[in-house]
């Protein structure tokens, strides 16, 4: 794991992942193919990272331009490690994914973890710029309302 203040990246032959901290948001990038070695890499990575978390709520941003849609998703991890997002704070989703067979996968996955709508309707974006954004409105949103009730 290479780290540079806020960000850390991994890779092995087969793909890699970048991990970006921002101001309350976790981006990913996966790039290439997942393998099971990388994903375990990823899982434990970020389930390390979710540990010195100390934000209230946030959100994840996950990119997926690159990603190869063959790559076997290992649902019990990834839904392991959300379900971790979830105890951790994260109160906001969103992600660029231009491969349909890959939106396809991450529908599943949500479907597996009970998501009432699991769709990505809502969530995706053309570009990480607008993701960010709509992560940022949520979270704005939430600090008003929670603001108000005090």
Known sequence: MRTIDNRYKYADEHGSYAVYFGDRTIEVKFVGF???????KFCADL???????EWQYWGYYG????FDEKSPITQKSLINLRKRFYNKGCIAEAYTITNPATIENVVKLRKAEGFEHASLDD????DRSQAIEFIH???FKIKNKSTNLN
């Not at 997942?34 to 375990?40: R, T, Y």
């Not at 969530?123 to 053309?126: A, G, K, M, Q």
Request: without cysteine; hydrophobic residues 50%; charged residues 15%.
């Open 137 to 139: 409105n949520v979270l």
């Open 123 to 126: 969530n995706l974006f053309p």
């Open 47 to 53: 389930g390390m990272m979710l540990g010195v978390i």
């Open 63 to 66: 990119d997926l331009t690159e």
């Open 34 to 40: 997942l393998s099971e070695p990388l994903l375990d």
